[in-house]
């Protein structure tokens, strides 16, 4: 399990620098580059999802809790914004709902 959410926390973060690249490149006019880093991320992004033994809902719904979690993250130690209380309580229950998808998923 341990394995599977550490897949899923680098799956996120290919998902979420490949689409900052392409902000940077559009808002800031960067180079070609940051597009070609972006379809490299997103790309690598696609293929780390299908890794996982089963291709379901819940597999995708899992990652998808932990995309959330892993965004909240990016918002503070990329983007340098202070966290409300509310970003906080979303994403735990963002957590326990993953817990409870996970839990089911192993019965």
């Known amino acids: 399990m341990i394995k599977i959410i550490g897949l899923f926390v680098l799956t996120a973060l ?3 620098f490949g689409c900052y690249c392409v902000y ?3 808002k800031k006019a ?3 580059c940051f597009l070609a880093l972006a379809a490299l991320c997103l790309m690598l992004f696609a293929w780390l999802l299908s890794i996982p033994p089963e291709a379901s809902g819940r597999i995708y719904a899992t990652y998808g ?5 892993v965004s909240i993250g990016w918002l503070k130690f990329v983007d340098n914004i202070k966290l409300s209380t509310f970003d906080l309580i979303g994403a735990g229950i963002i957590l326990l709902g993953t817990l409870v998808i996970v ?3 192993r019965s």
Do not use: D, Q
């Not at 809790?65 to 979690?69: E, F, L, M, P, T």
């Open 14 to 16: 290919t998902k979420i």
């Open 24 to 26: 940077v490149w559009f």
């Open 30 to 32: 960067a180079s070609n």
């Open 65 to 69: 809790g932990i995309y959330i979690v």
């Open 103 to 105: 839990l089911g998923w």
